[in-house]
């Protein structure tokens, strides 16, 4: 039987005997900074506000009403800035679009609300902290969020339903389920830190999910998702990537390059299937996944169940716990494994009958 988990941990375990892509479906957990919780430690230390005024500055609103009214009255091209302790409980909705050329930006001092949701196209929002709250949420097309933070979210801590979108430079901690998730096409997810997701309400912890074409995700540092301090089988299983066939549209085109992926308890990427991964056009890769350091404490680094076309190359991969580097099962046809180095004396990969052959070349270990 294929190895899944850690050696220690058990919860995917009965996922191999046909229930993978029904708790799949359902990942997502989190504290977050200066706060407690299974599998986070307590008083990590909040991260810095993110100034995103204009140089020079700008007229600050710092009541939620009238920011309020602000937003709903914005015009292609204005600047509204917010900041001051006053909108610390604001919950603020942005539903009036920008135009090509000329969004509407939204911008901050690193002031803290609670609530922010973008339902409009060609909007950019900067320079927010959002604590305690239902994180930063964004649906429609040209859409940039950056240099935000999202600390203790009671729900996905990003959440990114668009097109020709950018969450880039956000910090986002303690999310009760997944950092950063992102569903559409031609998005770009860069330079973002995640960390210390937990499960309470969701069914998971996780660093990014994705779903969707054309998508970038590079640069980024997931980091300190833990398995450990929950009540017996109750833990998540924590991966830093994750996608999968059940909850969104198909997966290909796919970047995911020259990320950190440190102290997460499970898996690196991990990507699921069922029936294959429907959709994908033909000579498509799904996804390339490249250039990635991978210290992680599953048995695997990336796992793939079901689901085909995917290079794996030029990674980094280690962690104590590791079976192999890459495990590929239930039918993850026309897989590669390229010049991915090993810091631990396992094979490169692994595969089952049903997901041969692989094409592998130039792996190697650097002990």
């Known amino acids: 039987m294929p190895v899944w988990s850690r050696p220690q941990a058990v919860l995917l375990t009965g996922l191999l005997a046909g229930v993978l892509a029904v708790a799949l479906a359902g990942c997502g957990g989190g504290t977050g900074a200066n706060a407690s919780g299974g599998g986070v430690p307590a008083n990590r230390p909040a991260p810095a506000p993110q100034n995103a005024l204009p140089p020079g500055g700008c007229a600050l609103i710092d009541d939620p009403g009238v920011a309020q009214r602000a937003l709903d009255t914005a015009r292609p091209g204005d600047q509204v800035c917010l900041g001051g302790p006053g909108l610390v409980s604001a919950n603020l909705r942005i539903t009036r679009s920008g135009a090509p050329g000329q969004p509407i930006r939204v911008l901050s001092d690193g002031a803290e609300v609670q609530d922010l949701s973008v339902h409009a196209d060609q909007v950019e929002v900067a320079g927010f902290t959002l604590r305690d709250g239902g994180g930063l949420s964004l649906r429609g097309a040209g859409l940039r969020a950056h240099h935000n933070n999202v600390l ?85 299983h924590p991966d830093c990537f994750q996608t999968f066939t059940s909850d969104g549209p198909p997966s290909y085109d796919v970047l995911i390059s020259d990320n950190r992926c440190e102290r997460v308890d499970e898996q690196c990427l991990i990507a699921t299937g069922r029936h294959g991964n429907p959709g994908v056009p033909a000579d498509t890769r799904a996804i390339t996944f490249a250039g990635n350091r991978c210290d992680v404490g599953g048995a695997q680094a990336v796992g793939l169940d079901g689901y085909p076309h995917v290079d794996v190359r030029d990674n980094t991969i280690t962690g104590p716990n590791l079976y192999r580097g890459v495990y590929l099962s239930g039918g993850s046809t026309d897989g590669a494994v390229l010049d991915n180095v090993m810091l631990v004396d396992r094979p490169a990969y692994e595969a089952d009958p049903a997901s041969r052959p692989v094409q592998a070349r130039g792996n190697r270990s650097s002990r």
């Open 152 to 236: 203790n979210a009671r729900q996905s801590g990003i959440t990114c339903n668009c097109t020709d979108g950018a969450v880039e430079s956000n910090v986002v901690d303690g999310t009760d389920g997944t950092g950063i998730w992102v569903s559409g096409q031609r998005i770009t997810v860069r330079g973002n830190a995640v960390s210390g997701s937990v499960r309470r309400k969701a069914a998971d912890a996780d660093g990014v999910r994705f779903f969707g074409s054309e998508l970038r995700i590079t640069q980024n540092s997931v980091h300190d998702i833990s398995a450990a301090g929950y009540a017996e089988n109750e833990a998540p």
